[in-house]
């Protein structure tokens, strides 16, 4: 019989197989995260990052439930005016507030009006005055509430100088410089919110930059045996951003919670017969109209998701600037 001859196979040894990455090495081992998980800086940073996005939900849906409580109060300042009657010496009052009375009804543009008495007159001076028995024996001025069409408003300045013209002693105020006021307020006040959201965010990413630092110096001895061994930098920042990334979003959803349980909590502490008012504005905000309802909720979900964003440059650029100068 002829035997069959096998060549020998060639097995290479460990020195000679192609060495594989460390990044690929730590991948197949599933190693731990450099950055230790159950720690007291771990614990207080997420305490911090909660009570952050708390302040922040409540910043933005303050900054939301103004704007929307001056929408509601300067449309009802614009759909009303006010014609005001002072008594003059010779004339007759009461025929001076029937004429003007009967003018206002033949304008385009209005759509009811009501005379206050002087008694309704004399109760809208107690909060200044006082029950006072003097004060029906007081000139006061008399008044008409006019409602205006917002769709086809009445010629103001027209109106003003009929009123002017044929009743004595009338006096047109359109409120215009109350509502112009109340814009000015509501603005200032936006603009408190906007600038406590943006000290908010500068405070978390002070924090994340202080724990980043801490944990890289703290994990130091680890972070240079990776760099002997060829680990790179990218690798190395991954780690470190994927533990603050999970962390900031994990806060970010409890502390957005709490937020909008707050709000909600609002919504149902106040009066609510007051039409325009914060409560009824934060009910609103909350349990309004579909379209409001989603913005709202869309603007207070976006908070952990900045948090988030926040959390993962700050640490990238942080890290990355640390490496830089490890040898």
Not at 312 to 321: H, I, P, Q, S
């Amino acid at each position: 019989m002829t035997s069959i001859r096998r060549e020998p196979t060639f097995s290479p040894t460990a020195a000679q197989r192609p060495a594989a990455s460390p990044e690929a090495a730590l991948a197949h081992r599933q190693p731990g995260s450099i950055m230790p998980k159950r720690t007291v800086a771990g614990r207080s940073l997420a305490l911090v990052v909660i009570l952050m996005c708390y302040l922040a939900c409540l910043a933005l849906a303050g900054v939301l439930i103004i704007t929307q409580a001056v929408a509601v109060w300067s449309a009802d300042i614009s759909r009303e005016i006010t014609v005001q009657i002072r008594p003059v010496e010779g004339t007759d009052l009461e025929g001076e507030v029937a004429k003007a009375a009967e003018l206002l009804k033949q304008t385009p543009g209005v759509t009811g009006i009501r005379v206050i008495d002087q008694s309704q007159a004399a109760k809208l001076l107690e909060p200044w005055l006082g029950d006072m028995p003097l004060i029906s024996e007081l000139p006061i001025p008399r008044m008409i509430a006019v409602e205006t069409d917002q769709r086809a408003p009445p010629d103001l300045a027209s109106l003003k100088q009929s009123l002017e013209s044929s009743v004595v002693g009338a006096a047109l105020d359109t409120h215009r410089q109350w509502e112009a006021q109340l814009g000015r307020t509501a603005n200032t006040l936006r603009w408190i919110g906007y600038g406590v959201l943006a000290i908010i965010s500068l405070a978390t990413a002070a924090v994340i930059v202080f724990a980043t630092r801490a944990a890289i110096n703290s994990n130091r001895s680890v972070v240079e045996v990776l760099h002997l061994v060829g680990a790179r930098d990218r690798f190395i920042a991954r780690q470190v951003e994927g533990h603050f990334i999970k962390l900031a979003f994990r806060s970010g959803v409890i502390g957005t919670a709490a937020g909008v349980l707050s709000v909600v909590v609002l919504a149902f502490m106040g009066p609510s017969d007051v039409p325009g008012g914060l409560t009824d504005a934060s009910r609103s905000l909350m349990f309004g109209s579909t379209t409001l309802g989603w913005m709202s909720y869309g603007l207070l979900l976006l908070v952990p998701v900045v948090a988030t964003v926040i959390s993962l440059v700050t640490a990238r650029f942080t890290v990355m600037r640390i490496l830089s100068g490890v040898l």
